[in-house]
């Protein structure tokens, strides 16, 4: 079973690209950030063609998240991160497929930073570990893959001054991501290239793309119960690469 993740940056737009990239990588499961959409203009059809059903969560302008399953219905079973009702972000979306509980996040930037956005980025992070430890508490079979937006470790980022005050590797934001760890999930990409170096962002200024200036912002967790069934992973670099492309590569893993 192939799942993968991949900040699309605007899914009507890249529709193209998008479809062109099932039909070669064949992901099982697909988790979509940025859609940037409203839920009427989300492309059921187009995808359905391709033969994927989808569940969504639509915003306009901004956000949106989405999760693809290849010949299946994904069973919506959460649209939202709970703990704070409030937020009308587009950020989580959670469901079931094919016996594993996807869950599908775009977790805020928080730049810049200090000030409201980086506060909120944090909440929003206290949120998502309360929440993956009640679903660890499950023992479900469960995957969080996503834009997590940020760089866990020094060695996930090109050598670089430029982004020592983004919020992106700021301690408390790396703190988070640990916390996850900690809880028991495990960094699939991490697991399976423990040494190398890994990127999954490369931002549209400055030539980052050409000169490989990247970031690994992308991350897709297993729970206790999926490690023992990874059998490889991987990033679709040559996506990045190609004319109108989205700023960010799909991530994905292969579970036996």
Known sequence: MKIASFNINNINSRLDKLLAWL????PDVVCLQELKARDTQFPRTALADA???AVWKGEPTWNGVAILARGAEPVLTRDALPGDDADRQSRYIEAAVNGI???CLYAPNGNPQPGPK????LAWHARLEAHAEQLLETDLPVVLAGDYNIVPEPRDIYATRSYDDNALVQPQSRAAFA???EQGWTDALRKKYPKETLYTFWDYRRNRWERDAGLRLDHILLSKALVRRLKGAGIDRDVR???GASDHAPVWVELG
Do not use: E, H, N, R
């Open 23 to 26: 039909a070669t990588a064949k």
């Open 118 to 121: 980086f506060t909120y980025k």
């Open 179 to 181: 916390a996850l760890l």
């Open 51 to 53: 033969g994927y059903g």
């Open 101 to 103: 509980v996807i869950a």
């Open 241 to 243: 690469g190609q004319d």
